[in-house]
């Protein structure tokens, strides 16, 4: 563990990638990380799962070596807060002698009831229940929560209108050619379709990743079709592939 945080901090000192990031920067590649993992663990390669597990310990001591050089905290920091919150969160495994032996329910029962408890006095928002997640989940769940709060539009229609307004404001944001404008407003029309699949009952998550999974096959086929006509992808004009992403519609549904 010395050494990985040895050659982090020279890293930081000596490479010009690694000198230009932010904890900003960083955080998309914790959670490709994290889903690398996922995919690891599932495939059952206990190697590739030892491999990403590391991947994912660097975006950790990474940004801890960020925070320490600006004198915030630094990675034995971040390893003693998990150490106290773990040991506060199973008084029943610490403090065994003041507990009954507790099933995994009553477990669980008790570590919500300390999770709460740690989260007096701090400032809360009835959406603070909905975790974290990617994106589309996340986007997904708040405005579901947010619904059974009442705040929601009565239809699909109501919800379609939304988008069709966010649309035309991204248009403008284009037309002006506002970068900031074009992000917020395009987060804008994301989450407003996002609403839309909701009121129809439709997974956001399960749509894109469905649309993915087509447009890889459909990709590999044009590949395909490349390497038989002897040519590379880099070959071939945009009329060539979608001239064969049509075939690849038609042969592969």
Same mark, same amino acid.
């Given at each position: ?56 310990? !660097?975006?950790?001591?990474? @940004?801890? *070596?960020?925070?320490?050089? =600006?004198?915030? $905290? &630094? /990675?034995?920091? #971040?390893?003693? +807060? ?53 994106? !589309?989940?996340?986007?997904? @769940?708040? *405005?579901?929560?947010?619904? =059974?709060?009442? $705040? &929601? /539009?009565?239809? #699909?229609?109501? +919800? ?94």
């Amino acid at each position: 563990m010395q050494q990985l945080l040895s050659i982090m901090q020279q890293l930081r000192q000596q490479c010009p990638w690694d000198q230009k990031q932010t904890p900003e920067s960083l955080t998309q590649y914790a959670i490709e990380e994290a889903y690398e993992v996922e995919a690891a663990v599932r495939s059952g390669k206990v190697d590739d799962v030892r491999d990403e597990l590391g991947d994912l310990l !660097l975006q950790v001591v990474f @940004q801890a *070596q960020m925070y320490s050089e =600006q004198g915030a $905290f &630094d /990675f034995q920091d #971040v390893v003693q +807060a998990i150490c106290d919150k773990l040991i506060r969160r199973h008084p029943h495994v610490f403090q065994a002698e003041q507990f009954a032996q507790l099933s995994a329910e009553d477990v669980a029962a008790l570590w919500k009831t300390i999770k709460q408890q740690e989260k007096q006095g701090k400032a809360k928002s009835r959406l603070d229940e909905v975790k974290h997640a990617p994106a !589309l989940v996340q986007a997904q @769940q708040i *405005q579901q929560h947010a619904a =059974q709060l009442g $705040f &929601d /539009f009565h239809t #699909v229609q109501d +919800a379609y209108g939304k988008l069709e307004e966010e649309l035309q404001e991204l248009q403008q944001a284009i037309q002006q050619q506002q970068s900031d404008e074009i992000q917020d407003e395009l987060g804008d029309c994301l989450f407003s379709l996002i609403n839309v699949g909701r009121k129809l009952g439709v997974s956001s998550e399960l749509a894109l990743l469905g649309t993915i999974h087509k447009f890889r096959t459909r990709f590999a086929y044009i590949e395909d079709q490349a390497e038989l006509q002897q040519k590379t992808i880099e070959d071939m004009t945009l009329e060539e592939m979608d001239q064969l992403w049509e075939q690849a519609k038609q042969q592969l549904k």
